[in-house]
């Protein structure tokens, strides 16, 4: 078998989820024309001495430098970046954030675990102030996958149970935690297991796409047909099992999918009808990125607790925070985060940095603002692209749906992943998800022009592919 047949047989077996995988030929034809001599030395030594993992190693290509929207490989191409894992808000090497860290360093860089200081005491004070209700008592950790984990324990010794709802083909990290509560097979299939016992899953909410087969309307939902059965399992859900400890989910799913209008009101009267807490996951979509500092500000739902990281760190340090609602700080004689860098001032001064920068600069406003203009344009340029089957999204997270016919919806997953290969070519960077869905999450600086440019770009691959 050639190495084409072979890489196709690999992709294959890959499940659509978090993102494109390097298994494609496509990520092969790119590499033969795309990397220079001195990139592909840093790629064959990185393949040499990292683990080899399909959305990474062997991995697409080298940056020698990211500022602002845009990151650099080692041949001076340029790549405005519309995917930036989400941690770009502010942009990359944000000149305040810098300086703000160096002074940092210079003042105090390091505080053991058993001694607080200021920094990481006006950033805990800072997110109680901004979040949503009374959300109020907080801990860091370095990564989203740990602040799941503390929330999963928090939830378990306040409530007494340790069962949880949460949705198929969810994303909710990489450790052990966040795995079980997942909902890709890409993360918890095969080797991973057996993951936790007791974490239940129920289908998502995907209007274009409902898993219990009720037809939409434009994408959205015909809720006077589907009653919002989505939500009704989990209360279904909940009922039977009469112990679930906590109900988990992306409050917009980072397909991205956003829900019927009463859905997250109708889960949260479910919780409280039950005794389950509700556990917003706002790793990638918070801070900003739908257009509303925190996503759960647009359904008027408050959750019991509320998970952070990415962007807090502002795209140079790894920091992530679990708030909670007060009366929930239950483990006073316990160690549930004890994480080496809990109250890292360094990390700290970073996060509070950032979160000042997105309010001085009013980029939450922005991020609303070039969201709805770029949303208004791909719903122009669908009626143009039969290939496009469903536009979706909130503010800056947005999602552009190929399908190879609109009325049977199969998935256009090959070509989603030329058009991927084909925007880089012309200097733009995005993800597909879901095997087909070209996902776009630029920075909040993103300017009108800015997205002109990067639709102008996704234009022009589809109508090379349409041809």
């Not at 030395?41 to 991995?59: G, H, I, K, M, Y």
Request: hydrophobic share 40%; with cysteine; net charge negative.
């Amino acid at each position: 078998m050639n190495h084409e047949r072979r890489a196709k047989a690999q992709l294959d077996k890959v499940p659509p989820g978090e993102g494109d995988t390097n298994l494609s030929p496509n990520r092969k034809a790119w590499d033969s024309g795309n990397v220079d001599a001195a990139g592909r030395a840093l790629l064959a030594e990185d393949e040499r001495v990292f683990f080899r993992q399909s959305l990474s190693t062997p991995c697409l290509s080298a940056v020698a430098k990211a500022e602002g929207l845009w990151i650099e490989d080692t041949a001076g191409r340029r790549y405005m970046d519309f995917h930036g894992n989400n941690v770009h808000h502010i942009g990359y090497g944000h000149p305040r954030l810098i300086a703000a860290i160096k002074d940092q360093l210079d003042t105090l860089s390091f505080a053991p675990r058993r001694f607080t200081n200021q920094p990481a005491v006006d950033l805990a004070r800072k997110l109680a102030d901004i979040t949503p209700g009374d959300l109020g008592k907080v801990l860091f950790a370095t990564g989203g996958s740990d602040a799941i984990d503390i929330a999963l324990k928090v939830a378990r010794a306040a409530t007494g149970r340790f069962k949880t709802v949460s949705f198929w083909d969810s994303f909710h990290g990489a450790g052990f935690g966040g795995l079980s509560i997942g909902g890709e097979a890409l993360f918890r299939s095969g080797p991973a297991g057996p993951l936790l016992s007791g974490t239940e899953h129920v289908a998502p909410f995907a209007c274009y796409r409902c898993p219990y087969g009720y037809p939409d309307i434009d994408g959205g939902p015909d809720l006077d047909l589907c009653k919002m059965t989505c939500a009704d399992m989990v209360r279904y859900v909940l009922e039977k099992e009469g112990d679930v400890a906590a109900v988990i989910a992306e409050p917009v799913r980072s397909v991205p999918y956003v829900p019927p209008p009463g859905y997250w009101q109708a889960v949260r009267q479910a919780c409280d009808d039950h005794g389950a807490l509700l556990i917003f996951d706002e790793i990638p979509s918070g801070l900003g990125k739908t257009g509303r500092m925190f996503v759960s500000e647009h359904f008027g739902v408050v959750p019991d607790i509320m998970v952070l990281a990415k962007a807090l760190g502002g795209g140079i340090v790894p920091i992530s925070a679990m708030i909670a609602r007060p009366h929930l700080d239950v483990l006073a004689d316990r160690a549930i985060g004890h994480y080496t860098h809990e109250k890292n001032p360094f990390m700290a001064r970073a996060a509070l940095t950032t979160l000042e920068i997105i309010e001085d600069e009013g980029l939450v406003e922005q991020a609303a603002r070039v969201g709805a203009y770029g949303l208004e344009r791909l719903h122009a340029m669908r009626d143009r692209h039969p290939l496009i089957g469903d536009i979706s999204g909130l503010g800056l997270l947005i999602g552009i749906e190929l399908v190879t016919d609109r009325d049977t919806r199969e998935r256009a997953s090959e070509a989603a992943d030329r058009i991927l290969y084909r925007a880089l070519e012309r200097g733009l960077s995005f993800k597909t998800t879901m095997g087909n869905v070209l996902t776009l999450t630029p920075p909040l600086t993103t300017t009108e022009a800015d997205m002109d440019w990067a639709l102008d770009i996704i234009d022009a691959c589809l109508d090379d592919e349409e041809r």
